[in-house]
């Protein structure tokens, strides 16, 4: 089973020059939290923009470099869908981590999402896709919270 883990701003935003524009400790705590114990999949532009290789996880990076390496032993590479068909159908859940061409990819075999969405727009040039309420149903959204001037909610979405 396939989630989709994100952050992104009233305007759909959910990067610059393969950044996020915005710094939220309680989204980066909520982040290890869901994904501790898990398969995270992400792409490899949005894997070599981490800060750190968290533990107790393990990443599948997809990328069309088939001479790319990465040193971690926790590090997976994968250079198709047909080679993260077990990862879609199994039972566990697993997340999709970006970048917006990974969750464009993977939008429609995913069961879940979990969004952090903030309240106000961002510049930025990655965008993720429109949340489409003829597929999804919310589920669950935290009471408003801020943190260093950016109001946010956590919101559950499952697929209808």
Not at 50 to 65: A, G, I, Q
Not at 79 to 85: G, I, N, P, R, V
Not at 139 to 142: K, P, T
């Given at each position: 089973?396939?989630?989709?883990?994100?952050?992104?701003?009233?305007?759909?935003i959910?990067?610059?020059d393969n950044?996020?524009?915005?710094?939220?400790?309680a989204?980066?705590?909520?982040?290890?939290?869901?994904?501790?114990?898990?398969?995270?999949?992400?792409?490899?532009?949005?894997?070599e923009?981490?800060?750190?290789?968290?533990?107790?996880?393990?990443?599948?990076?997809?990328?069309?470099?088939?001479e790319?390496?990465f040193?971690?032993?926790?590090v997976q590479?994968?250079?198709?869908?047909?080679?993260?068909?077990?990862?879609i159908?199994?039972?566990?859940e697993n997340?999709v981590a970006?970048g917006?061409?990974?969750?464009?990819?993977?939008?429609?075999?995913?069961?879940?999402?979990?969004?952090?969405?903030?309240?106000?727009?961002?510049?930025?040039?990655?965008?993720?896709?429109?949340?489409?309420?003829?597929?999804?149903?919310e589920?669950?959204?935290?009471e408003p919270?801020?943190?260093n001037?950016?109001?946010?909610?956590?919101?559950?979405?499952?697929r209808k």
């Open positions: 089973m396939l989630s989709i883990i994100v952050t992104k701003a009233a305007n759909n959910i990067g610059k950044r996020k524009p915005w710094a939220l400790e989204d980066d705590k909520r982040f290890d939290e869901l994904t501790k114990g898990k398969i995270i999949i992400l792409g490899r532009k949005a894997f923009a981490l800060d750190k290789v968290l533990p107790e996880r393990t990443y599948v990076v997809m990328t069309e470099n088939r790319l390496r040193p971690q032993e926790n590479i994968v250079h198709s869908m047909l080679e993260l068909q077990g990862y159908e199994d039972e566990n997340f970006g917006a061409m990974i969750y464009n990819l993977f939008m429609r075999h995913v069961n879940k999402l979990y969004v952090t969405e903030l309240d106000r727009d961002f510049a930025g040039d990655s965008l993720f896709p429109r949340i489409n309420e003829e597929i999804w149903s589920v669950s959204r935290s919270a801020e943190e001037g950016i109001k946010y909610s956590f919101v559950e979405y499952v």
